[in-house]
Nanobody, 120 residues
Framework: QVQLVESGGGLVQPGGSLRLSCAAS????????MGWYRQAPGKQRELVAD???????NYADSVKGRFTISRDNAKNTVLLQMNSLKPKDTAVYYC??????????????WGQGTQVTVSS
């Protein structure tokens, strides 16, 4: 069984920074793309940023220049550094990854989500 566990959310003032971390565990054979999504109240879940196994990144226009996604393949982790946070960044942030195990082909997995609140 594969699990994605996020950490690092919380309350921050506008202009502040947070770093989210997501660790994948289980009988992992290979991890492909990893990414972060977010869902604000009353809105659809949206892609924030993703990163391929080779390190190519993609960002939503709304976070370009403020957020940075990175990964540590040796530790099966993906990070999201969030700077210059704005109230509109308030949402539940979810980790997502395409993972194959020793017993299954590539499947898509979600973390449980971590709340990020940007407010003064």
């Amino acid at each position: 069984q594969v699990q994605l566990v996020e950490s690092g959310g919380g309350l921050v003032q506008p202009g502040g920074s947070l770093r989210l971390s997501c660790a994948a565990s289980g009988r992992i054979f290979s991890i492909y793309a990893m990414g972060w999504y977010r869902q604000a109240p009353g809105k659809q879940r949206e892609l924030v940023a993703d990163i391929t196994s080779g390190g190519s990144t993609n960002y939503a226009d709304s976070v370009k220049g403020r957020f940075t996604i990175s990964r540590d393949n040796a530790k099966n982790t993906v990070l999201l550094q969030m700077n210059s946070l704005k109230p509109k960044d308030t949402a539940v942030y979810y980790c997502n990854a395409d993972i194959s195990t020793l017993f299954t082909g590539k499947k898509n997995y979600w973390g449980q989500g971590t709340q990020v609140t940007v407010s003064s």
